[in-house]
């Protein structure tokens, strides 16, 4: 039954990861229809409407955690997906601009299906394998993300709006499916009364603030996925800036991306972990983040940089396997609580991480920039991963997750 339910449940968050990306190609489009704007225009009203997102992500991901610890995963992801449904169809179907917020809204509030996701996937699987389930996960979504925006554009041929509408049925078929096919993972002796006090960004963390483990990996996964928005915010400008890129190119590289990261954190994760544990784990992957970020400066060719991809990927295994260090140490009725603040952090991180990258990525390529260094975002991004590493890398976090001692006298028989 567990595999099962992790089957369904993976399928589950591809349709809805495909669902949410099929948009991006027409967003544009749509948004310059509805109010008659440039696309330059355009462009800050998708910023604000995915500001809007992120923020109710931050604001409202651990009430989504501790409610699906009291009442189960089931309904939350119901809830969920249902909400992005109404959010396509309000997208579908309206002539105007400012309702696009309110479907951008409920989604941010139900604090979209990864977050649900993490909670069964920390009920389903054994603490020594969690990591690899988490990184499942993420590379579910990432899979998702990247096919949807093929489908979408090809959708599109068919009128603005149709992106929209698909994106709406796959929702609602999704539902259909949790409805009746997605059995509750939560065990009842495993949930807990509800907290208003722990279901905010800041009792969220004040739960975690009493073990010093958990805070400073709380705080090191801050400062590493601030460094990562690097590669979403940056790649589509620096790839046209620095090589010249074409928009067909620069789509292909970021396509190859996700697949690279898809398969980076639905297999290396699990073959890294099992191999070396999660501490080199984590510590090896952020010196090649930090490695290949800093040969980033020096490439000027484009060929070169495609081929870094599968390296850029690699980074990409710290997030899931830190997820599950985190997960095995707290108790089996607060897992939805951590996703809940996980949810936190990513949105934490959206906003923050473009403000900065953009900020230098324009700073030093302004036409009277001191310097002119296109690649100048990917410095400060591997000074940030130096920071994630110091705060993860030290002795009591090498204490609490001990690499495991192979048993020599089985390894002899």
């Not at 603030?209 to 620096?238: M, N, S």
């Not at 991180?349 to 975002?377: N, R, W």
Request: aromatic content about 10%.
């Amino acid at each position: 039954m567990p595999n099962r339910t992790r089957n369904i449940l993976m399928l589950v968050l591809f349709l809805d990861a495909a669902a949410m990306s099929m948009i991006i190609p027409a967003l544009p489009h749509l948004l310059v229809d509805l109010t008659g704007s440039t696309f330059g225009e355009a462009a800050v009203l998708g910023g604000l409407l995915l500001a809007s997102f992120a923020l109710m992500l931050f604001l409202c991901g651990p009430l989504v955690g501790n409610l699906s610890d009291r009442y189960g995963r089931k309904p939350l992801m119901l809830m969920a997906i249902g909400a992005n449904c109404l959010d396509f169809i309000i997208l579908t179907l309206s002539p105007l601009f400012w309702p696009l917020f309110i479907g951008r809204i409920l989604a941010g509030i139900t604090g979209a299906s990864f977050t649900v996701a993490g909670g069964f996937m920390a009920d389903l699987t054994p603490k020594e394998e969690r990591a690899s389930a988490f990184g499942i996960v993420a590379g579910t979504f990432a899979l998702g993300m990247v096919i949807g925006p093929a489908i979408g554009g090809y959708v599109a041929v068919f009128g603005i709006k149709a992106p929209f509408a698909v994106a709406a049925l796959l929702s609602a078929i999704n539902i259909v499916a949790i409805a009746l096919m997605l059995p509750e993972s939560l065990s009842k002796e495993n949930r807990r009364p509800f907290a208003l006090a722990r279901a905010n960004p800041v009792g969220a963390f004040s739960a975690v603030t009493g073990d010093p483990v958990l805070r400073r990996l709380v705080i090191a996964v801050l400062v590493f996925a601030i460094a990562t928005q690097v590669f979403p915010v940056i790649w589509p400008y620096y790839t046209v800036e620095a090589f010249g890129f074409t928009p067909l190119m620069t789509g292909v590289s970021y396509t190859v991306l996700g697949l690279a990261m898809a398969a980076s954190q639905g297999v290396l994760v699990k073959v890294s972990v099992a191999a070396i544990s999660e501490v080199p784990t984590v510590r090896y992957a952020i010196l090649c983040g930090m490695a290949t970020l800093i040969a980033l400066l020096f490439v000027t060719n484009g060929r070169v940089f495609l081929a870094m991809i599968p390296l850029i990927a690699v980074t990409f295994v710290v997030a899931p396997t830190i997820q599950g260090m985190m997960s095995n140490r707290m108790g089996e009725d607060r897992q939805g609580e951590l996703m809940g603040l996980f949810a936190s952090l990513t949105a934490l991180s959206m906003m923050i991480g473009p403000i900065l990258m953009s900020g230098v990525f324009q700073v030093f390529t302004d036409a009277d920039a001191i310097v002119y260094a296109p690649a100048a975002p990917f410095a400060l991004a591997a000074i940030l991963m130096g920071l994630a590493l110091y705060l993860f890398d030290v002795a009591e976090i090498r204490t609490a997750y001990p690499k495991p001692q192979k048993d020599l006298a089985s390894e002899g028989e």
